[in-house]
């Protein structure tokens, strides 16, 4: 007799979802019991109308609010620091994460640490390590994605840089998971092209990896498969024409589709471009975009018969081959650089990312193992073009 199969699922928080919702910020605050939210994001959006707009809204329905801004696009664990000294010296009792993926994880994890008295490397997402936080000491979040790719407005993580060994760390608690997400696609059309696609990118690599994972979601697997679909029809379609309401809203589903099913895993596409990113600070989902055929190929032997049936969903040819020339294609019309050489990023440091990446706690997911060896393999061909 087989065994049945076992695992443990979780689904994400009430979604705000549709163009114009950010009015209702104020009174989600309010419903929630905020009083003085502090709103995190990054230095660029601090200074933008859309984010002045919130604020003065939050102003006018009596809340003491104050922003903070201080991190860096791969947000370090010297930002959460600042970002804490703020919260306490102006008595703040809740958080607003606002931006893209740094101001969402940012955000997120100070709320996380507003009250804990270990330090945050204490809750390493290793083992059941998330025990340890005091659960009183978590201050509620509200997420405000201004951005379609991360996902991180839907989680329970954020990933913080480690200053001292240029580590990226995935800090994990239930309790971070926002207690309402605002999806409002309005606040995206701003986003420059090259963000566009990063982001657009990172929902695929997301959702992509968590498919192509060998371990047992298949809710999660099937939300996979439709926000991969998503990304086919409407990415070159906010590429061409950044006002594109409609497909702006769909990558933002994308996007929270792709964190929800990455419950499932990832992969090595993440564990290669983690060290890349903490090491040369690029953009985490153009990144993700320059492995991903390289990792398809090294992945085929496990993955094949799966790609092909991904492949006829989305509406190719059934077959390896018409993905991988899809996602190439895909690349070529957005622009992203086939190769780390045209990305920008060396190999002077290829046998320190190449222990980083196995060590990486996304490795575990990718449906073949990647060793040092084969992460050393896998730079060398990202890097050279070598497919």
């Not at 379609?237 to 994308?254: L, N, T």
């Amino acid at each position: 007799m087989t065994q049945s199969p076992i695992a443990n699922w979780n689904y994400p928080t009430a979604i705000k979802f549709g163009a114009g919702r950010i009015k209702e910020l104020p009174q989600i605050c309010i419903d929630l019991g905020f009083k003085n939210p502090l709103l995190v994001t990054d230095p660029f959006l601090a200074t933008q109308k859309m984010t002045l707009d919130v604020v003065a809204s939050l102003k006018a329905a009596g809340l003491g609010i104050a922003v903070f801004s201080d991190i860096k696009p791969n947000p370090v664990d010297s930002n959460i620091e600042a970002g804490l000294k703020v919260l306490k010296a102006g008595g703040h009792d809740s958080v607003i994460a606002f931006g893209g993926g740094s101001g969402l994880d940012a955000g997120k994890v100070i709320a996380f640490m507003a009250g804990q008295t270990r330090p945050m490397w204490d809750f390493e997402d290793i083992g059941d390590w998330w025990t340890r936080a005091d659960p009183k000491g978590i201050f509620p979040n509200i997420a405000v994605p201004t951005t379609a790719g991360t996902g991180s407005e839907v989680g329970r993580a954020g990933v913080i840089t480690q200053e001292s060994t240029h580590t990226k760390k995935v800090i994990f608690h239930p309790l971070m998971m926002p207690k309402v997400t605002i999806c409002d696609p309005e606040l995206t059309v701003g986003m420059p092209s090259k963000i566009t696609v990063g982001t657009g990118m990172d929902a695929l690599a997301h959702c992509l990896e968590a498919y192509c994972s060998p371990f047992y979601h298949p809710m999660g697997e099937g939300i996979a498969v439709e926000g991969i679909r998503l990304v086919k029809e409407n990415l070159p379609r906010v590429f061409k024409d950044g006002k594109d309401i409609e497909a702006r809203a769909q990558m933002m589903s994308a996007a929270a589709m792709g964190a929800t099913a990455f419950q499932k895993g990832l992969g090595a596409i993440h564990a290669l471009s983690h060290p890349v990113g903490a090491l040369h600070d690029t953009h985490h989902g153009m990144t993700n975009a320059v492995f991903m055929p390289y990792v398809l190929v090294f992945n085929r032997p496990a993955i094949e018969t799966k790609i092909a049936r991904l492949a006829a969903f989305i509406g190719l040819e059934p077959s390896f081959d018409a993905f991988l020339r899809w996602i190439l294609d895909l690349r070529k019309e957005l622009g992203v650089p086939h190769t780390l050489k045209e990305f920008g990023v060396e190999l002077s440091n290829i046998d320190v990312m190449s222990k980083m990446a196995p060590e990486d706690p996304t490795a575990g997911g990718n449906p073949v193992p990647l060793t040092e060896s084969a992460a050393r393999t896998l730079f060398e061909k990202t890097y050279s073009g070598a497919l």
